[in-house]
């Protein structure tokens, strides 16, 4: 079975920039989440997908941050324009119908903004 | 939503040791999963244990839901054991919170 996919795996760019991110679960898993982690500490939810619908986006900078899952499967995560303190890890995780499956990760977008 | 606090902070072994490491909760989980991120960022799962116990080769891991602790156990540490130990855990308001996590070093 496929794991969790992400790419790209590495990005640089500019302060006030734009970025996206693309996640592709595990085949057949309802539910999608996207973490930030900042270095040195753990992650943190940013939005919750069930299907295509959106379960909880309390942690999301809406301001500059935007996710979609268009079709209930592979989704998008992305910044404009991006700011220093978004320089991260973006891992995108799944599981197979809710939040309290065991969840499995992808390996992660690291992001670096100058 | 649950608060999840991991303990100890930090951790210093050689290599042959053994170890514990705790993970508590504030409130009834549902969810409860200890994750490895390995020195490349890789979360890596161990155990999806909401109650009970289970193992698997030299780590095994219990929950005591109703003293709303985990903890997981490492034996015959060896250096690729290294990294940080994550516990995650979310309750009925369906929110996953993870724990800050345990920085482990083990030794040759």
């Known amino acids: 079975e496929a794991g969790v996919a992400q790419s790209p795996r590495y990005k640089i760019i500019e302060k006030r920039q734009s970025v996206a991110f693309w996640c592709n679960p595990i085949?057949?898993?309802?539910?999608l989440y996207w973490y930030q982690q900042i270095l040195g500490q753990g992650p943190k939810l940013l939005i919750q997908?069930?299907?295509?619908?959106?379960?909880?986006d309390s942690q999301l900078p809406k301001d500059r941050f935007s996710a979609e899952r268009l079709k209930g499967v592979d989704s998008t995560l992305k910044i404009q324009p991006a700011k220093l303190e978004d320089s991260a890890v973006y891992l995108c995780?799944?599981?197979?119908?809710?939040?309290?499956?065991?969840?499995?990760f992808g390996p992660g977008t690291r992001l670096t903004v100058l | 939503g649950i608060q999840v606090e991991q303990s100890p902070p930090d951790l210093i072994l050689q290599e042959g040791a053994n170890s514990t490491l705790r993970c508590n909760f504030s409130?009834?989980?549902?969810?409860l999963q200890w994750f490895h991120q390995n020195p490349w960022g890789q979360l890596i799962n161990l155990f999806y244990?909401?109650?009970g116990t289970k193992q698997n080769g030299r780590l095994s891991a219990t929950t005591v839901a109703t003293e709303r602790y985990s903890l997981l156990y490492i034996s015959s540490s060896q250096t690729t054991d290294s990294g940080v130990y994550f516990c995650?855990?979310?309750?009925?308001?369906?929110?996953?919170?993870f724990g800050k996590g345990t920085l482990l070093t083990v030794n040759p």
């Open positions: 995780a799944s599981s197979s119908y809710c939040f309290y499956n065991e969840q499995f």
């Open positions: 085949s057949g898993h309802a539910t």
């Open positions: 997908f069930q299907n295509n619908g959106v379960v909880d």
């Open positions: 409130d009834s989980v549902n969810n």
């Open positions: 995650i855990s979310g309750g009925s308001n369906y929110k996953l919170t």
């Open positions: 244990i909401p109650s």
